[in-house]
């Protein structure tokens, strides 16, 4: 049976599996990453290390998982969609199995800072803009929706690694997820992404594309040279460099904020679970949104609702209910945003070189989520308290709402205008 048979004959449009698959990368790759933190109470119990020791991985983590991003578009030229893929889940997978054989400090920050974080960063990457190749009409639900993955991550995988610890061991523990992440990441992976819907004998969005639609989005395939030099990208760069260092900062100084408001510690940390759930719904509510009113005033909605968040936790009482209104508006607002980045990209510039183009923008937003915790900690020390860092913060989302305002689809005859 020919190829584009089987693939016409399903009961839904494949690229909607590859979104399920993008939903399942996600949730076992966030869901190892956000779960380093889990270990690092019985990794100082047992070796004697500091909180700066242990924190130190997260950051060499953190500018290996950025750096990687350049070179992703590269991966994906040479080898293709799905041994890039292939490749993402094998280095996390193993740099997760290789942590559990560490004995000193500089063995793990090979094994997960540059080994697990570089397989990371191709799986963050690849998927969405897999996705955008699939999808143009409903371009906004599918790479919003794969998101609701990180939620499921936090929820599922992280509980389960600290279940998992506790009964039999951090040694042990490392190894299940990290052989989680090669079977179902590298395998069912490698069996379901394709490269292009047009590999597989299938149009963009499942059906007969609208008139001009093909035309349009190939003649907007812009190469990295070509998008570099416009000042639309170079503005989506700034907008995406203060909202992930913003987003980064906030998980980082806005508990201990709470906690010195006199809030119980156990519930300002339970503040996180609501944060995961909202930015599920967010996820989903502003997927169909960015469909109806376009990436870019879907980003200036959140960037907005984060910075009002923002400037708001400044000013919590010590009331739980208010705390959790806080934390709802926060995770809407904040599940709404990162991707869109991606999807703006792919209409703006076309999805050709999408990974490579997007790549840069996500190096820009790891130096930012570098940058400004270190600011925010600057301003902590200086001022005796957080407001001062929370103040800095909600003024860096205006900022990256602002950057994001005057920009319009390109032409290779202007940077700005349409």
């Not at 299940?176 to 149009?203: H, K, M, N, T, W």
């Not at 183009?357 to 570098?370: H, Q, S």
């Not at 001022?383 to 990256?400: D, E, K, P, Q, R």
Request: glycine share 12%.
């Amino acid at each position: 049976m020919p190829r584009d048979t089987i693939y016409r004959r399903l009961p839904i449009y494949y690229g909607w599996i590859i979104f399920i698959m993008s939903v399942l990368t996600y949730l076992f790759m966030y869901g190892l990453r956000y779960s380093m933190g889990v270990f690092f109470v019985p990794l100082q119990a047992q070796f004697g290390w500091t909180e700066a020791m242990t924190a130190g991985v997260v950051t060499i983590f953190f500018w290996v998982y950025g750096v990687s991003g350049v070179f992703v578009g590269r991966l994906l030229d040479k080898i293709g969609g799905r041994k890039s893929i292939l490749v993402g889940g094998l280095l996390l997978g193993s740099g997760g199995v290789l942590s559990s054989l560490v004995n000193e400090l500089w063995q793990l920050y090979v094994t997960w800072g540059v080994i697990a974080a570089t397989g990371a960063s191709i799986l963050y990457i690849l998927p969405n803009m897999i996705l955008a190749k699939f999808f143009l009409k409903d371009r906004g639900k599918a790479i919003g929706w794969s998101s609701i993955g990180i939620s499921l991550g936090q929820a599922i995988l992280v509980p389960f690694a600290a279940w998992l610890i506790v009964t039999y061991g951090w040694r042990l523990t490392y190894v299940v997820l990290g052989a989680l992440v090669i079977v179902v990441v590298c395998f069912l992976g490698y069996l379901i992404f394709r490269d292009s819907p047009q590999s597989i004998g299938l149009e963009v969005d499942g059906g007969k594309p609208l008139q001009g639609q093909i035309a349009l989005e190939t003649k907007n395939d812009w190469t990295v040279r070509e998008a570099v030099a416009t000042d639309v990208y170079k503005l989506i760069n700034v907008s995406y460099f203060f909202t992930v260092g913003s987003i980064i900062s906030l998980l980082t100084f806005v508990v201990p904020h709470i906690i010195r408001l006199g809030i119980d510690p156990l519930l300002a940390s339970s503040a996180f679970g609501i944060i995961g759930v909202m930015s599920a719904v967010g996820s989903f509510i502003f997927g169909i949104v960015s469909d109806m009113i376009g990436r870019k005033h879907t980003i200036l909605v959140c960037a907005t609702g984060i910075a009002v968040s923002i400037f708001a936790s400044t000013m919590i009482p010590p009331n739980i209910t208010l705390l959790y209104a806080w934390a709802t508006l926060y995770g809407v607002t904040y599940g709404g945003l990162p991707e869109q980045y991606a999807a703006i990209v792919a209409d703006y510039f076309g999805s050709k070189y999408g990974p490579s183009l997007f790549g840069v923008i996500f190096f820009t937003g790891a130096v930012g989520g570098g940058l400004l915790p270190l600011i925010g900690g600057y301003l902590t020390e200086l001022t005796g308290n957080y407001s001062a860092t929370l103040i800095f913060l909600g003024i860096s989302m205006c900022v990256s709402a602002a950057t994001i305002l005057p920009v319009k689809p390109p032409t290779r005859n202007t940077s700005l205008d349409s």
